[in-house]
């Protein structure tokens, strides 16, 4: 049983440039939530995906956006990309209104913006 | 605004000692946490949780306590071992524990297991 995988695992982007990430979640999992983890911080979260939709979304501003699949994989999209923007981005998966289910991550995507 | 802390950045703890790292909360309406290791250059790997209608909850060699009154939870690692070396976060989240949740992550404590 695959855990939940994210690609690539690392990446380097211009400053200006736009970025794509992708996560499969976890097998079983409907729900994909984004996080953003600066060096020496914690995780803070981005947006959440349920049934395509985005559900609930956090403090980042519009150049973040994201995307669900039918088969519940999603991708988070960032433009316009600043130098601040460099971090481990993660995704979780989890199932929706599932009571007793865990929250899993997976190992991140590195992003460096030169 | 919502905030998780916690007390120490570094804890350094000899090996088969037992280890506590502590956590505060300012979300009145949190109700679920989960405490999660992070090994370097890896993602947070869950580690246990527990919603607020319990006090004590425990795993392998794992406890998580909760004090709602005061807002505060604990990590207790029994025996621990090498392998435990990694920064734990705290998270909490006012959602119930229902996988629709929105975690607020606290900065980590960075614990090191002394041969």
């Known amino acids: 049983d695959a855990g939940v995988t994210q690609s690539p695992t690392h990446l380097i982007k211009t400053r200006g440039q736009q970025v794509t990430l992708r996560c499969s979640p976890k097998?079983?999992?409907?729900?994909v939530s984004w996080y953003q983890q600066a060096l020496g911080q914690g995780p803070q979260f981005i947006f959440q995906?349920?049934?395509?939709?985005?559900?609930q979304r956090g403090n980042f501003p519009d150049r973040f956006s994201g995307h669900q699949f039918p088969n519940y994989s999603s991708e988070l999209n960032v433009n316009a990309l600043l130098l601040g923007d460099s971090a481990l981005y993660l995704c979780?998966?989890?199932?929706?209104?599932?009571?007793?289910?865990?929250?899993?991550f997976g190992e991140g995507s590195w992003l460096t913006v030169v | 605004g919502e905030s998780v802390g916690l007390h120490l950045p570094t804890l350094s703890v000899q090996e088969g000692d037992n280890s506590i790292i502590n956590c505060a909360y300012s979300?009145?309406?949190?109700?679920?946490f989960i405490w999660y290791k992070q090994e370097s250059g890896k993602g947070p790997q869950f580690i246990i949780d527990?919603?607020?209608?319990?006090d004590k909850r425990q795993g392998q060699r794992v406890t998580v306590l909760l004090n709602k009154t005061v807002k505060h939870l604990s990590l207790q690692i029994a025996a621990t071992q090498p392998g435990d070396s990694a920064v734990y976060f705290c998270?909490?989240?006012?959602?119930?524990?229902?996988?629709?949740?929105?975690?607020?992550f606290g900065t980590g404590t960075r614990l090191t297991i002394i041969p």
């Open positions: 979780a998966s989890s199932r929706y209104e599932g009571r007793g289910n865990t929250i899993y």
């Open positions: 097998s079983g999992h409907d729900t």
């Open positions: 995906y349920y049934e395509e939709e985005e559900r």
């Open positions: 979300n009145s309406a949190s109700d679920y």
């Open positions: 527990i919603r607020s209608n319990m």
């Open positions: 998270a909490e989240s006012s959602s119930g524990g229902f996988g629709n949740e929105k975690l607020t």
